[in-house]
């Protein structure tokens, strides 16, 4: 990770260390950080500049909710910085 990098970090319960861990040292390299959680934060929420937040108490919904924003966000890049 350098400055200017983008990090996401994906935890239903909010509670992984080892992904809070992971934002913490991606942010202090200078990267922008977003963490994609459930109902709760937690320390992965805490760890990052960003955090969107899933309220539905179903955690296979939280997981595809995860992944229509990782979709989204993919399809946001190749429309914006070309293919390639």
């Known amino acids: ?13 909010g ?8 934002l913490a040292a ?6 922008r ?9 937690g ?3 805490g760890a990052a500049e ?3 937040t899933f309220t539905t108490p ?9 992944l229509a924003v990782l979709h989204a966000a993919c399809a946001y890049i190749d429309d914006h910085l070309g293919r390639g």
């Open 26 to 31: 991606a942010g202090r390299c200078g990267a």
């Open 58 to 66: 179903d955690t296979a919904r939280v997981q595809e909710l995860h």
């Open 50 to 52: 960003l955090c969107l």
């Open 15 to 22: 509670r992984s260390s080892n992904v809070a861990r992971g």
């Open 33 to 41: 950080t977003i963490a994609l959680v459930g109902a709760e934060p």
């Open 1 to 13: 990770m350098r400055y200017g990098d983008v990090a996401v970090g994906m935890s239903t319960s």
């Open 43 to 45: 320390a992965v929420g």
